[in-house]
T-cell receptor, first 112, second 114 residues
Framework: KQEVTQIPAALSVPEGENLVLNCSFT??????LQWFRQDPGKGLTSLLL?????REQTSGRLNASLDKSSGRSTLYIAASQPGDSATYLC???????????FGIGTKLQVIP | DGGITQSPKYLFRKEGQNVTLSCEQN?????MYWYRQDPGQGLRLIYY???????QKGDIAEGYSVSREKKESFPLTVTSAQKNPTAFYLC?????????????FGPGTRLTVT
């Protein structure tokens, strides 16, 4: 059974700092991994999707990497801003429409 | 704009009553999902549907029911059999393209049962 762990559970940083969020998964046989952002009381917004054959994806100040063999993905946020404050979740797609496993998330606070 | 709508945003019910949460998508996606989110826990899959008139139980289907009569719609009924229905419910759809699955989420419905 796929298990997804996100570390740290919470993170507080000053504005402007670069930071890394971690996601690890136990079964390396994945189709792809997707990073989401969730604001309080809201739905999930897709940030980046990395296919199993890819090593990284970039969108603006965000960069996500994937090391399938070691079961790890990182989300790098450059020059953090208060507007980045949210919970970040990773989701691993292991095969089939039902095989999606989510981490609990990392709650990020960027202090002005 | 393409997307997923869920209504209502907040829902309050008395214990023992059934309640139906709405989910509509105009993304032309075949697959749709219902998740439940509780504090300190990851999203848990309630039901999913790959095509019209077909749906499968997820990890926590007990006390819930769904229908999929139209591609665009996937309503979730929380029945009185659900022991702890107060939670945040998220509807999602997904597409499979180029060897990857990508999920899209609605804004969620917060259900409170007293």
């Amino acid at each position: 059974k796929q298990e997804v762990t996100q570390i740290p559970a919470a993170l507080s940083v000053p504005e402007g700092e670069n930071l890394v969020l971690n996601c690890s998964f136990t079964d390396s046989a994945i189709y792809n991994l997707q990073w989401f952002r969730q604001d309080p009381g809201k739905g999930l917004t897709s940030l980046l999707l990395i296919q199993s054959s890819q090593r990284e994806q970039t969108s603006g100040r965000l960069n996500a990497s994937l090391d399938k063999s070691s079961g790890r993905s990182t989300l790098y946020i450059a020059a953090s801003q208060p507007g980045d404050s949210a919970t970040y979740l990773c989701a691993v797609f292991s095969g089939g429409y039902q095989k999606v496993t989510f981490g609990i998330g990392t709650k990020l606070q960027v202090i002005p | 704009d393409g997307g997923i709508t869920q209504s209502p945003k907040y829902l309050f019910r008395k214990e023992g009553q059934n309640v139906t949460l709405s989910c509509e998508q105009n993304l032309n996606h075949d697959a749709m999902y219902w998740y439940r989110q509780d504090p300190g826990q990851g999203l848990r899959l309630i039901y999913y549907s790959q095509i019209v008139n077909d749906f499968q139980k997820g990890d926590i289907a007990e006390g819930y029911s769904v229908s999929r009569e139209k591609k665009e719609s996937f309503p979730l009924t929380v029945t009185s059999a659900q022991k702890n229905p107060t939670a945040f419910y998220l509807c999602a759809s997904s597409t499979y393209f180029g060897g990857a699955y990508e999920q899209y989420f609605g804004p969620g419905t917060r259900l409170t049962v007293t």
